[in-house]
């Protein structure tokens, strides 16, 4: 196709449209009895890895939990392992989603859009959503994505771009990572050495 702005002298020249490539970020953090563990896999809009990252545990104290009360888990999941694992990949994420709540608040952190892939029927999802937070809505038993609540004004972008993406089924790879966090802990890669 020539465009007629690109016709010098008669000649036709064809105007390569480069698409950006937007590569995601999973996020999540397991609670255990040895701590909070996070695994991070960046993938690109096909769901190819890129990069996988493992945090070791962190395992808060008794002081800790008492002086931190209610904002421990968002400052343990979304601060120090969520920030730190995405703040150490290679690859950078466009968007990072995560199936657990608390890393929500990486968004505080990071300056990519941060989304929560929340259970089918979450009461806490639905009250997100009620205030503009919604991304996504849940169908067929596929819980909802949900932005930050102080950041509901990425919404509408981040719907666009996961209409450019080709991966539909978000929940897969946290599969993946979970697998990859077990074999992990078979080879002892998931404790302070």
């Known amino acids: 196709m020539c465009l007629p702005a690109f016709r010098p002298q ?14 995601l970020g999973f996020l999540t953090v397991l ?21 996988f990252r493992l945090s070791t545990a962190v395992q808060p104290n008794r002081i800790q939990q008492i002086l931190y009360g209610e904002t421990l888990r968002p400052y343990i999941c979304a601060e120090l392992i969520g920030k730190t694992l995405v703040d150490k990949a290679a690859v950078a994420a466009q968007l990072v989603i995560t199936d657990c709540q608390p890393v929500l608040d990486l968004r505080l952190w990071i ?25 996504r809505p849940a169908t067929d038993g596929v819980g909802a994505l949900v932005c930050h609540p102080r950041f509901t004004s990425e919404a509408p972008a981040i719907r666009d ?6 991966v539909l089924d978000f929940a897969e790879p946290f599969t993946r990572i979970h ?13 302070r050495g």
Request: glycine share 10%; proline share 6%.
């Open 111 to 135: 300056d990519v859009p941060v989304v929560w892939l929340a259970p089918a029927e979450n009461g806490l999802a639905d009250a997100l959503a009620a205030n503009g937070s919604m991304v």
């Open 161 to 166: 771009l996961l209409a450019q993406l080709h």
């Open 31 to 51: 609670h255990e009895p040895s701590g909070y563990l996070g695994g991070y896999l960046v993938t690109n809009p096909w769901g190819r890895p890129l990069e």
């Open 10 to 23: 008669g000649v036709c020249v064809t105007r390569t449209i480069a698409t950006e490539t937007f590569n």
């Open 179 to 191: 697998e990859a966090i077990a074999e992990a802990r078979k080879m002892g890669a998931t404790s």
